[in-house]
C-alpha cells in the first residue's frame, strides 16, 4: 500500500488556493464535507454526554428505590422498572449508532484529505492516531477499556437487581406472570444485545472494507458498495434467517416430537416428577397438589417450551454446523443454495457463534426443564450428529448402506425427546419402543427414496440437485431399500395395533404380559412394560434386526407388484393417496379428542401408508413441490382471466383436465 504522505503543511483555511485543478476542486468539497461533520459529532458529543449522565442518574434513584422497598412494590411498577432500563439502554445504542456513523464517516473523509495532501493534516480521527487507538472500544488501552467496562458492568448491575426485585414481586403473586415477565424482558434484552454487536461488528467492518477499497484505488468508490460479508442486508430477513437457518427441517420433522409427546402422554401420562417445575413455572393462584390437578393448557405449553429447546435450539445448531462445513458444495446445488450460508443471508463466524450459543443453551435449558434424562437425550442427538457429520457423511461413497443406517436414527431421537419431556424415565415402556424401532424405518425408507430420485434426476438432466458419494450407490439400490424400509414402518404399526388389541382382551398370556402389558382395573386402559435403558436399547436393536429380515422377502413381492401394475397405479395413486391421507387425519383427530392411543397406532399406521403409497414411482420434481406449483400456477392463471378476461377464458374442466395429464417426468427442477 502506497504512503501518500510527505512533509508539507497544510495551508490555513483561509487562504488562497489554486483551484485550477482537480484536485484543488475536490479538496475544497472535502474540506466542507469534513466541516459539517465535525460539527455534527461535537453536537452528538454533547448530546450523548447530557443523556448518560441523565440516564445514570435516574436509573441509580430507581434501583435505590427498588432495593430499599425489598420488592415490595406494586405489580405495575415491578413491570415498568425493568422496562425503563431497557429503554433508556435502547435509546443509548440509537445514539451510539448515529455517533459511531459520523465518526466513521469523518474517519472516511480525513483519509482522503490527507491522500491528496503532501502530509497528514486531520488527524483527530484518524485511524491509527494515538488518541483514536487509545480510546477505541475495541483495541483501546486496558485502562480505558476498564473505565467503559465499569460503566457498562454498573449499569447491567442496576437493571439485573431491579429485574430481580421485580420478578420477586411479580412471581410471588403469580407464578405464570412471572414465567412470562423473564420470557418477555430476556427476549427484548437479547435483542438489544444482538443490537449492539452491529456497533463493534457490523458498522466497523464495513467501514474498514469501504477504507480499504479508497487506500488501494487511491480514490472514493463511485458506487459506494462494501463487500457483501459485511454490508448490512434486509436486517429483518437476516434475522429471520438467524433464527431458523433451516425451516423446512422444523415443518419437515418437527411433527416427530408431537407425536413422541402425545404418544408418552396418553401411555404414561404426565409422571409426578414434572410436577415441581410446572408449579415454579405455570401455577397462578396456590400450587397444583397432584399431578391431576394440572390443566391441559399447562401440559402443552410445557410441551411449546421443550419443542423450542429441541427443534429451534439443539437441531436448529446442528444442522447450521452441517452447512458450514458444506458451504462450497451447497452453492453448487440447486436444491441447497437458498439455505442461509450458502446465500450469502448469514456468514460463517455469525453462523458458528450461533450454533455454539444454541447448543450451549439447549444443553443448560434440557438439564434443568427435563433433567438427566432429557440432558442425556440431547447428548444422544449430538453424538449422533457427530458421528455422522465426522465419520458416516464423508465415507458414504464406500460405506452408502451404513450411512443411511446411522442417518435413520435421526428421527427416532426427535421422538425420544418428545416422549422424555412427558414421562421422564419411563420412556421405554413397550409400545413407546416399537415406535422408536418404527421410525427408523420410517426414516430409513424416505431418505433410501429421496436419494434415489435425486440420483435419477441428476442422470437425466444432468443438473446438479445433490451430489453425494452415495449417489451411484442408490440409483440402482435405492428403490429396493425405498420398500424394505417403508414396508419395515407398516408391518411394526400392525404390530403395534394388533399387541395392543390383544393386550386389551387380558388374554392369560405369559409372553404378552411379560414384553408389552397387563389390563389395569380401569376397563379399557392397560398398565405397559417399563424396560431398564440398557434392555431398551437392546430391543430396539433387535426389533429393527427382526423386522429388516422379515421385509427382504416382502419387498420383492411389492416391487413385483408394483411393476405389473405400473400403469394402473399411476392412475389410481392420487385416489388411494388421498383416502391413505384422509384415514390418517380422521384417526389422528380421534385419538386426541378422546385420548385413544389405538386411534393414534392406527394414525401411525396411516401415515406410514401415505408416505408408501406417495413415494412409489415419485418423481423428484414431484417431491421437491415443482409439480405442485406448475399445476397451482395454472389452475390459478384460469381462475384469474375466468374472473376478468371472460372473452379470453377457458372452461375451467378443461384447465383441470389439462392439469391432471401434465407428466411429471417432463417437469424440471427450477434452476
Same mark, same amino acid.
Given at each position: 500500500?502506497?504512503?501518500?504522505?510527505?512533509?508539507?503543511?497544510?495551508?490555513?483555511?483561509?487562504?488562497?488556493?489554486?483551484?485550477?485543478?482537480?484536485?484543488?476542486? @475536490?479538496?475544497?468539497?472535502?474540506?466542507?464535507?469534513?466541516?459539517? +461533520?465535525?460539527?455534527?459529532?461535537?453536537?452528538?458529543?454533547?448530546?450523548?454526554?447530557?443523556?448518560?449522565?441523565?440516564?445514570?442518574?435516574?436509573?441509580?434513584?430507581?434501583?435505590?428505590?427498588?432495593?430499599?422497598?425489598?420488592?415490595?412494590?406494586?405489580?405495575?411498577?415491578?413491570?415498568?422498572?425493568?422496562?425503563?432500563?431497557?429503554?433508556?439502554?435502547?435509546?443509548?445504542?440509537?445514539?451510539?449508532?448515529?455517533?459511531?456513523?459520523?465518526?466513521?464517516?469523518? %474517519?472516511?473523509?480525513?483519509?482522503?484529505?490527507?491522500?491528496?495532501?503532501?502530509?497528514?493534516?486531520?488527524?483527530?480521527?484518524?485511524?491509527?492516531?494515538?488518541?483514536?487507538?487509545?480510546?477505541?472500544?475495541?483495541?483501546?488501552?486496558?485502562?480505558?477499556?476498564?473505565?467503559?467496562?465499569?460503566?457498562?458492568?454498573?449499569?447491567?448491575?442496576?437493571?439485573?437487581?431491579?429485574?430481580?426485585?421485580?420478578?420477586?414481586?411479580?412471581?410471588?403473586?403469580?407464578?405464570?406472570?412471572?414465567?412470562?415477565?423473564?420470557?418477555?424482558?430476556?427476549?427484548?434484552?437479547?435483542?438489544?444485545?444482538?443490537?449492539?454487536?452491529?456497533?463493534?461488528?457490523?458498522?466497523?467492518?464495513?467501514?474498514?472494507?469501504?477504507?480499504?477499497?479508497?487506500?488501494?484505488?487511491?480514490?472514493?468508490?463511485?458506487?459506494?458498495?462494501?463487500?457483501?460479508?459485511?454490508?448490512?442486508?434486509?436486517?429483518?430477513?437476516?434475522?429471520?434467517?438467524?433464527?431458523?437457518?433451516?425451516?423446512?427441517?422444523?415443518?419437515?420433522?418437527?411433527?416427530?416430537?408431537?407425536?413422541?409427546?402425545?404418544?408418552?402422554?396418553?401411555?404414561?401420562?404426565?409422571?409426578?416428577?414434572?410436577?415441581?417445575?410446572?408449579?415454579?413455572?405455570?401455577?397462578? $393462584?396456590?400450587?397444583?397438589?397432584?399431578?391431576?390437578?394440572?390443566?391441559?393448557?399447562?401440559?402443552?405449553?410445557?410441551?411449546?417450551?421443550?419443542?423450542?429447546?429441541?427443534?429451534?435450539?439443539?437441531?436448529?445448531?446442528?444442522?447450521?454446523?452441517?452447512?458450514?462445513?458444506?458451504?462450497? $458444495?451447497?452453492?453448487?446445488?440447486?436444491?441447497?443454495?437458498?439455505?442461509?450460508?450458502?446465500?450469502?443471508?448469514?456468514?460463517?463466524?455469525?453462523?458458528?457463534?450461533?450454533?455454539?450459543? $444454541?447448543?450451549?443453551?439447549?444443553?443448560?435449558?434440557?438439564?434443568?426443564?427435563?433433567?438427566?434424562?432429557?440432558?442425556?437425550?440431547?447428548?444422544?442427538?449430538?453424538?449422533?450428529?457427530?458421528?455422522?457429520?465426522?465419520?458416516?457423511?464423508?465415507?458414504?461413497?464406500?460405506?452408502?448402506?451404513?450411512?443411511?443406517?446411522? @442417518?435413520?436414527?435421526?428421527?427416532?431421537? %426427535?421422538?425420544?425427546?418428545?416422549?422424555?419431556?412427558?414421562?421422564?424415565?419411563?420412556?421405554?415402556?413397550?409400545?413407546?419402543?416399537?415406535?422408536?424401532?418404527?421410525?427408523?424405518?420410517?426414516?430409513?425408507?424416505?431418505?433410501?427414496?429421496?436419494?434415489?430420485?435425486?440420483?435419477?434426476?441428476?442422470?437425466?438432466?444432468?443438473?446438479?440437485?445433490?451430489?453425494?458419494?452415495?449417489?451411484? #450407490?442408490?440409483?440402482?439400490?435405492? #428403490?429396493?431399500?425405498?420398500?424394505?424400509?417403508?414396508?419395515?414402518?407398516?408391518?411394526?404399526?400392525?404390530?403395534?395395533?394388533?399387541?395392543?388389541?390383544?393386550?386389551?382382551?387380558?388374554?392369560?398370556?405369559?409372553?404378552?404380559?411379560?414384553?408389552?402389558?397387563?389390563?389395569?382395573?380401569?376397563?379399557?386402559?392397560?398398565?405397559?412394560?417399563?424396560?431398564?435403558?440398557?434392555?431398551?436399547?437392546?430391543?430396539?436393536?433387535?426389533?429393527?434386526?427382526?423386522?429388516?429380515?422379515?421385509?427382504?422377502?416382502?419387498?420383492?413381492?411389492?416391487?413385483?407388484?408394483?411393476?405389473?401394475?405400473?400403469?394402473? #397405479?399411476?392412475?389410481?395413486?392420487?385416489?388411494?393417496?388421498?383416502?391413505?391421507?384422509?384415514?390418517?387425519?380422521?384417526?389422528?383427530?380421534?385419538?386426541?379428542?378422546?385420548?385413544?392411543?389405538?386411534?393414534?397406532?392406527?394414525? +401411525?399406521?396411516?401415515?406410514?401408508?401415505?408416505?408408501?403409497?406417495?413415494?412409489?414411482?415419485?418423481? #423428484?420434481?414431484?417431491?421437491?413441490?415443482?409439480?405442485?406449483?406448475?399445476?397451482?400456477?395454472?389452475?390459478?392463471?384460469?381462475?384469474?382471466?375466468?374472473?376478468?378476461?371472460?372473452?379470453?377464458?377457458?372452461?375451467?374442466?378443461?384447465?383441470?383436465?389439462?392439469?391432471?395429464?401434465?407428466?411429471?417426468?417432463?417437469?424440471?427442477?427450477?434452476?
Amino acid at each position: 500500500m502506497k504512503n501518500p504522505c510527505v512533509t508539507v503543511g497544510l495551508p490555513p483555511m483561509g487562504s488562497d488556493l489554486d483551484f485550477s485543478n482537480t484536485n484543488n476542486h @475536490l479538496l475544497s468539497s472535502l474540506l466542507k464535507e469534513y466541516e459539517i +461533520i465535525s460539527s455534527r459529532l461535537d453536537k452528538t458529543d454533547e448530546r450523548t454526554i447530557q443523556f448518560v449522565g441523565i440516564s445514570v442518574t435516574l436509573l441509580t434513584s430507581w434501583s435505590v428505590y427498588a432495593a430499599s422497598q425489598g420488592g415490595n412494590f406494586s405489580i405495575a411498577l415491578a413491570w415498568l422498572g425493568p422496562l425503563l432500563f431497557l429503554l433508556v439502554f435502547a435509546y443509548l445504542i440509537s445514539i451510539y449508532y448515529f455517533h459511531f456513523n459520523t465518526l466513521w464517516i469523518s %474517519r472516511i473523509l480525513s483519509l482522503r484529505i490527507n491522500m491528496i495532501l503532501p502530509e497528514p493534516a486531520h488527524i483527530t480521527n484518524a485511524p491509527g492516531f494515538p488518541s483514536a487507538v487509545f480510546f477505541s472500544s475495541r483495541k483501546g488501552n486496558i485502562k480505558t477499556l476498564t473505565f467503559y467496562i465499569l460503566i457498562i458492568g454498573g449499569l447491567i448491575s442496576l437493571f439485573v437487581l431491579v429485574s430481580y426485585l421485580s420478578f420477586r414481586a411479580i412471581y410471588s403473586s403469580n407464578h405464570l406472570s412471572g414465567t412470562l415477565f423473564i420470557a418477555l424482558y430476556g427476549s427484548i434484552a437479547l435483542l438489544e444485545l444482538y443490537a449492539v454487536s452491529g456497533l463493534f461488528i457490523d458498522l466497523p467492518n464495513s467501514y474498514d472494507v469501504f477504507a480499504s477499497a479508497i487506500q488501494e484505488t487511491g480514490r472514493i468508490p463511485r458506487d459506494f458498495t462494501s463487500h457483501p460479508l459485511y454490508t448490512p442486508q434486509s436486517n429483518l430477513s437476516k434475522f429471520v434467517w438467524l433464527m431458523f437457518p433451516r425451516p423446512a427441517d422444523v415443518m419437515a420433522k418437527g411433527h416427530i416430537f408431537w407425536i413422541g409427546f402425545i404418544m408418552a402422554f396418553f401411555v404414561k401420562g404426565l409422571t409426578s416428577d414434572r410436577l415441581p417445575l410446572l408449579n415454579l413455572l405455570f401455577s397462578q $393462584r396456590g400450587e397444583w397438589n397432584t399431578i391431576l390437578d394440572v390443566p391441559m393448557w399447562v401440559v402443552l405449553a410445557f410441551g411449546i417450551l421443550i419443542f423450542v429447546v429441541e427443534e429451534i435450539l439443539l437441531q436448529q445448531a446442528k444442522l447450521l454446523w452441517d452447512d458450514v462445513r458444506d458451504v462450497k $458444495r451447497d452453492k453448487l446445488l440447486l436444491q441447497n443454495r437458498a439455505r442461509a450460508i450458502a446465500s450469502g443471508k448469514v456468514n460463517i463466524k455469525e453462523a458458528i457463534a450461533h450454533l455454539s450459543i $444454541r447448543w450451549t443453551l439447549a444443553m443448560i435449558l434440557s438439564a434443568i426443564l427435563g433433567g438427566a434424562t432429557l440432558f442425556l437425550s440431547f447428548l444422544a442427538i449430538t453424538i449422533h450428529q457427530t458421528l455422522y457429520v465426522l465419520w458416516a457423511k464423508p465415507k458414504a461413497s464406500k460405506y452408502p448402506l451404513l450411512s443411511l443406517t446411522i @442417518l435413520s436414527f435421526n428421527v427416532p431421537l %426427535r421422538f425420544v425427546a418428545g416422549a422424555i419431556a412427558v414421562s421422564g424415565c419411563a420412556w421405554t415402556s413397550a409400545p413407546l419402543l416399537l415406535t422408536v424401532a418404527l421410525l427408523f424405518f420410517y426414516t430409513f425408507g424416505g431418505m433410501a427414496a429421496l436419494w434415489k430420485m435425486e440420483a435419477e434426476y441428476q442422470e437425466k438432466t444432468g443438473k446438479p440437485v445433490a451430489i453425494r458419494p452415495q449417489s451411484a #450407490y442408490f440409483l440402482h439400490k435405492g #428403490y429396493k431399500w425405498q420398500h424394505i424400509g417403508l414396508l419395515g414402518a407398516i408391518t411394526l404399526s400392525l404390530t403395534l395395533i394388533l399387541l395392543q388389541k390383544t393386550a386389551l382382551t387380558c388374554p392369560h398370556n405369559a409372553l404378552l404380559t411379560m414384553w408389552y402389558a397387563t389390563c389395569s382395573i380401569r376397563p379399557g386402559s392397560l398398565i405397559y412394560v417399563n424396560y431398564e435403558p440398557y434392555s431398551a436399547v437392546a430391543i430396539i436393536i433387535v426389533g429393527i434386526l427382526v423386522n429388516m429380515a422379515v421385509c427382504f422377502p416382502l419387498s420383492y413381492i411389492s416391487i413385483t407388484t408394483f411393476s405389473i401394475l405400473k400403469k394402473l #397405479y399411476r392412475k389410481l395413486k392420487g385416489i388411494l393417496v388421498a383416502i391413505s391421507i384422509a384415514m390418517f387425519i380422521y384417526h389422528g383427530y380421534h385419538s386426541v379428542a378422546n385420548m385413544s392411543e389405538s386411534s393414534l397406532y392406527w394414525a +401411525i399406521l396411516w401415515l406410514n401408508t401415505t408416505l408408501f403409497l406417495n413415494y412409489e414411482q415419485l418423481t #423428484y420434481p414431484e417431491y421437491s413441490f415443482e409439480v405442485t406449483a406448475v399445476k397451482i400456477k395454472l389452475f390459478l392463471v384460469a381462475i384469474y382471466k375466468m374472473m376478468f378476461f371472460p372473452t379470453d377464458s377457458r372452461n375451467i374442466i378443461e384447465v383441470v383436465k389439462e392439469i391432471s395429464a401434465i407428466d411429471p417426468e417432463k417437469i424440471l427442477f427450477n434452476d
